[in-house]
């Protein structure tokens, strides 16, 4: 009898040790230190917000062990809010992580507006950053970077990013796209076939954090900007190569002295505020307030950083008049604050092609940066300067005009080098067949239960040409939709990275022609819809692999047609990859 009590009580512990252990991650608050492998600027005392750009449905929480959390859902102007607990093991039910333990973990709240005041809809504590990505969809297949990822050895995470594009199996097949700049991390994801998942996420590079996603799947959609993230205010331009020493003369016409630098020098600009331009401005077609800066100016001497010219609070247009860091009225300087409106930046830069200058304007953009470039067709000015475009700020410039010439970079950026490395994986033979095994599978266990039923029951017997025909109809008809669906339409041309002198023209068929001429199309963005997305705006009916339909242009529904050097390719626009000189007609019948 004692021997049975303690067999009983030696199991009772046993399955409570087991239960507590099984149970401990979701209860244990995660300890608020962070893996050295993560920034060790982060904050554990005040949230981090992010507002809600896009919200498309209200989606369940399902925890690793599947267990249903709730519904949660946001809106336009609603909010998430995450506030760090520490850093702990993956959930042991955990479905799959590339990222080491141990892994960031949270306290979430999920907020919707009504009517401006915001409203909690949804809480869980301690949850893993592996959990939320999840929950949220801010990651793809094992690639699961969520909120935070650590940024110690970013080249390490492109790796991840890049092996997962196609892990095999039943994991998603897509392509990868990454791109760096000054201070961010870009991943974009495009699921081939499937549930169509995109997602695309930026990340601080200083702190690792999530600065904006949009991520969407079948009727799914979330897309989110960072409330928190917050410009320096002091940048280090490194001298790539200078010529021409030159005076710099304020807006009044005053003269401050020479300044010179060389290869290896700096130019150091120290972001004083944002205000008014100044009253005696030679003209600047950028909106105030506008950036204001202190500069100084540094030569390499055999290797010695030596200053050679200082000046305090100068606007940024006073910057772009002395460096040369602008055309015309377009005087971008060193950053520009209106960069939330990149539709209006592009047309104050094409506005300006024209002036005491002369020249043609050119627009490229990747997902991190834009690049404008002015070449003078009246005289020997050209000027090509790219910005980040989160944030405005001047990463890369080579300008020149007479003797003068200035290129330089800010950190060590390399322009158009290293930002956007795309991984487009092998086909995945397994699952283009998959359908197929499975089809012919359940039709052969239907047609074999039949016959095992006749045999037992004579009077099903009479039934079996009836249940052969009806499953070999359904089969058949079943595979025919499996492989209409998967046709993949070829492509016209090669992709190209970068296509140039690209003319667009859209007839609105009521009289009205507009015409974009000499742009540029970049990173692999260069399609003929590519060339209509760019200054238009387009309703379409996606249909995958197979291309898509334009709907309307701007607001304007018609039977929209296209062509490219008046010849009609007769594939959808999204297959059609340009060429350089190629002339794109639009036309709404």
């Known amino acids: 009898m004692k021997t049975t009590k303690k067999t009983i009580y030696f199991i009772s512990l046993l399955f409570f040790t087991l239960l507590l252990h099984s149970g401990s991650i979701p209860f244990t608050r995660a300890k608020q230190t962070i893996s050295e492998s993560y920034s060790p600027n982060l904050n554990f005392n005040k949230p981090y917000l992010y507002e809600v750009v896009q919200f498309g449905d209200s989606t369940g929480w399902y925890n690793f062990t599947f267990g249903f959390e709730g519904e949660w859902k946001t809106n336009p102007g609603g909010q998430i809010r995450i506030n760090l607990t520490g850093s702990y093991n993956k959930d042991i039910n955990d479905w799959g992580n590339v990222f080491s333990d141990p892994i960031p973990w949270y306290d979430i709240e999920i907020y919707k507006n009504n009517l401006g005041t915001l409203n909690n809809n949804f809480t869980l504590n301690n949850r893993s950053n592996s959990e939320v990505a999840r929950a949220l969809t ?8 969520g909120f935070l990822i650590p940024n110690e050895n970013l080249t390490y995470i492109k790796e991840l990013a890049l092996n997962q594009s196609d892990p095999g199996g039943f994991y998603s097949k897509g392509d990868v796209n990454i791109e760096e700049s000054y201070n961010f991390f870009y991943i974009g994801f495009e699921q081939i076939g499937g549930l169509e998942q995109k997602s695309y996420f930026i990340y601080d590079k200083w702190t690792g954090l999530l600065v904006w ?15 928190n993230f917050t410009l320096e205010d002091n940048f280090i331009y490194n001298i790539i190569e200078f010529s021409g020493v030159t005076g710099w003369y304020n807006l009044t016409g005053g ?15 120290n972001l004083t505020g944002y205000y008014n331009k100044d009253p005696n401005d030679w003209g600047n077609v950028i909106d105030d307030p506008i950036p204001w800066f202190d500069i100084e100016i540094v030569e390499n001497k055999t290797g010695i950083l030596t200053s050679n010219f200082t000046i305090a609070n100068r606007s940024n247009s006073e910057l772009g008049w002395t460096f040369t860091l602008g055309y015309n009225y377009f005087q971008p300087g060193l ?9 209006r930046v592009k047309k104050l830069a094409l506005q300006e092609a024209t002036g005491f200058a002369n020249g043609l304007v050119s627009i490229s953009e990747t997902p991190l940066t834009i690049k404008i470039a002015f070449e003078q067709t009246d005289g020997e000015q050209d000027t090509n300067l790219i910005y980040e475009k989160r944030t405005g700020l001047l990463l890369w410039v080579y300008t020149s005009i007479g003797d003068y010439l200035l290129e330089m970079a800010i950190d060590d ?11 487009r994986p092998p086909p995945n033979l397994f699952l283009s067949i998959l359908p197929y095994i499975i089809i012919a599978s359940i039709s052969m266990l239907i047609i074999t239960t039949s016959f095992i039923t006749s045999r037992s029951k004579p009077g099903f017997k009479k039934f079996n040409k009836y249940i052969l025909i009806s499953v070999l109809a359904i089969a058949s008809f079943t595979s025919f939709f499996v492989f209409t669906s998967s046709i993949e339409v070829g492509e016209v041309n090669t992709p190209l990275r970068e296509v140039n002198d690209i003319t667009l ?25 590519d060339a209509l997305s760019e200054w238009c705006e387009v309703e379409i009916t996606d249909y995958g692999e197979r291309g898509i339909i334009v709907e309307s242009i701007n607001g304007l529904k018609k039977n929209w047609l296209y062509s490219v050097n008046d010849e009609s390719p007769g594939v959808s626009a999204k297959k059609y990859n340009l060429r350089d000189g190629d002339i794109v007609e639009w036309t709404g019948g």
């Open 138 to 145: 801010l990651g793809y297949n094992d690639f699961q970077p």
């Open 213 to 227: 996603a949009k991520s969407s799947v079948l009727g799914y959609l979330l897309e989110i900007k960072s409330l």
């Open 255 to 269: 003269f401050e002295g020479d300044w010179n630098t060389n290869s290896g020098g700096q130019i150091i600009a």
């Open 335 to 343: 950053l520009i604050q209106i960069i939330d409106n990149l539709t």
């Open 413 to 423: 950026y390399t322009p158009w080098e290293s930002t956007g490395e795309e991984a």
């Open 505 to 529: 023209i859209v007839d609105y068929g009521n009289g009205t022609i507009v015409t974009w001429a000499n742009f540029t199309l970049s990173d692999y963005n260069t399609t003929a819809f």
